[in-house]
Each structure stands twice: as C-alpha cells, then as structure tokens.
C-alpha cells in the first residue's frame, strides 16, 4: 500500500463520518463557510494524543474568530471518542475513521516501525483546507509541541 501524494493546491478528497457530536459530518457541511483543520491521530486517551487535543481545545476560541473548524480523526470506534471527548472536554468533533478509508485517502495511514515492530496505523498528520475545498497546507509527522500555534499562524495568514 502506498501512501496518498497529496499537495497544497489538491481537492481534498471528501469524507462523510460518524461524529462525537451526533450524526455525520462531511467536509462538504463547510464548503464555503470555513476553513478545516483536519488532524489525524493515532489514538484516543494516550499522551500525545492527549496534549495535541487539548491543544486545540485550549486555542478554539482563537481558531474559531480565525474563521477555522476543527476536525479530529482517528481509527478509534464512537465509544472511544465519546469517552475522550467528554473526558477532557473537548468543543470540536472526534470523527470514525473505523475502516481507515479517510485516513488512507489524506496519506495520514501509513506502515509504522516502533522499537522493532513493524503495524500499520496513523502517523500524526494535520490537513489545512480552506473554503473552497483545497488544501492549503500539510503537516506531516507532526510534532505535538508548538503545533497548534503553527496551525493558527496559517490560518491568520489564510485571512490577512
């Protein structure tokens, strides 16, 4: 399986997930309206995951006046979501991404190699998208610290 190339400048491929909030949420809900941090992580109620999520809750309030929405992926089922949602009060949806097909389509689904072993799952990966359904810019790997200022600092650039 290789990974997904995609640029700043692509369509962002479209999605339609089941989400903490209720329901479904599909990217096209925002076409025209805001820009979407979708940032994928390996798994819910682990450290790094942990900081990464309260990071953006910490700074929502700033996001939102920026004109983003924030979008959370990762592998783990609804229950899991909820729990770590409710549990570090977070103001933006955790989207299913059960079957990997989104997280395969971002290129965020990639074979891990940690201390020797080697399984697939997420690499930490956050996807800028703006109003018209482009990426405008890509994280990959992304280290968890300073990475939500980066994520501001672009999308106050994306409204100058």
């Not at 729990?83 to 389509?105: G, I, M, Q, V």
């Amino acid at each position: 399986m290789t990974a997904s190339v995609l640029q700043p400048g692509d369509e962002a491929p479209p999605f339609r997930l089941t989400a903490t909030q209720g329901g479904h949420i599909a990217l096209a809900d925002y076409h025209g309206k805001r820009h979407v941090i979708l940032y994928f992580y390996p798994k819910d109620d682990t450290p790094g995951c942990t900081r990464e999520a309260c990071g953006f809750r910490d700074t929502y309030e700033k996001i939102k006046l920026a004109g983003g929405v924030v979008l959370g992926v990762s592998l783990d089922p609804l229950a899991s979501h909820v729990k770590f949602s409710k549990k570090y009060e977070l103001p933006f949806p955790l989207l299913c991404d059960t079957d990997a097909s989104l997280s395969k389509a971002y290129g965020a689904y990639q074979l891990k190699n940690m201390y020797g072993k080697k399984s697939w799952g997420i690499v930490r990966s956050t996807f800028i998208i703006d109003r018209l359904g482009r990426i405008v810019r890509i994280f990959r790997r992304v280290r968890v610290e300073a990475h939500v200022d980066e994520v501001l600092k672009v999308l106050e650039e994306l409204n100058a």
